[in-house]
């Protein structure tokens, strides 16, 4: 009987196995299903004007203990300056296209499949969506997941709100997000007294602020914010969905 006893255990035990693993998957789905629905439901609540987001970046920096430095400002409140420069040299195609630059995007798909380089294809709203919610890298994975988070975001957020917040937290140096934390930074200024110079200076320093310091460009930088300039003095045609 007590030979019996234990073969019955043995069966029981063997039972539970699949059922204990197929109960962990499920609440590892469950997991994977919410961090992938939170952005979406973050990307709505965001459209409230009174919420000023922090970026992943901002969140790596808090866990890390270095802190960092952001002050929000309003959309009124930034120099036009800067929002031209920085439409022109990120997204000149901002207030027509729907999140995603699809032309841009065939482009680089075409060059990657002919082995050529490839060139950022990246709109400010997927630059958004990827400080807000994803990481830096080049991985096939987080462009998957870009992509519908861009064309969502532009679905519910007025293009004011999404420039509002992108240059409220994009990353202008070692700990400096924002630009108010950033003309402060650079140029001890404010956003709104941004010249056109500075402006530029700020906006052609974006793609990577740790090297291109806006506040001491070398001759290259300075060459390249001068185009930026000159293209966002003719923007006018441009940035009709930001300013009447």
């Known amino acids: 009987m007590a030979e019996n006893s234990d073969i019955g255990d043995e069966d029981e035990g063997t039972e539970r196995a699949p059922r204990r693993f197929a109960g962990l998957a499920r609440r590892i789905a469950l997991v994977v299903l919410a961090l992938l629905v939170?952005?979406?439901a973050l990307i709505l609540l965001y459209r409230?004007?009174?919420?000023?987001?922090?970026?992943t970046l901002m969140l790596a920096d808090l866990a890390t203990f270095k802190g960092y430095d952001r002050q929000w400002v309003e959309f009124e409140e930034i120099s036009p300056h800067l929002v031209r420069a920085v439409m022109m040299s990120e997204d000149g195609q901002f207030c027509s296209h729907t999140g995603v630059d699809w032309e841009q995007m065939k482009g680089v798909v075409d060059d990657a499949l002919a082995g050529e380089a490839t060139r950022g294809a990246s709109t400010i709203p997927m630059q958004t969506v990827k400080n807000l919610y994803l990481w830096n890298s080049r991985s096939m994975i987080r462009k998957g997941l870009e992509l519908p988070l861009a064309?969502?975001?532009d679905i519910v957020w007025p293009k004011r709100r999404?420039?509002?917040?992108?240059?409220n937290i994009a990353e202008w140096g070692?700990?400096?997000?924002?630009?108010?934390a950033a003309a402060r930074y650079h140029f001890k200024t404010s956003a709104a007294k941004l010249t056109p110079n500075q402006a530029a200076l700020l906006a052609v320093s974006l793609?990577?602020?740790i090297e291109r310091v806006a506040g001491k460009p070398g001759k290259g930088?300075?060459?390249?914010?001068?185009?930026?300039?000159r293209r966002a003095k003719r923007s006018g045609a441009y940035i009709t969905c930001l300013y009447d």
């Open 48 to 55: 409230s004007e009174f919420i000023h987001p922090v970026s």
């Open 207 to 209: 793609p990577n602020p």
């Open 151 to 153: 064309i969502f975001a």
């Open 221 to 229: 930088m300075k060459r390249l914010a001068a185009v930026v300039d």
């Open 38 to 40: 939170l952005p979406y």
């Open 162 to 167: 999404t420039m509002e917040i992108y240059l």
């Open 174 to 180: 070692p700990g400096i997000y924002g630009i108010e």
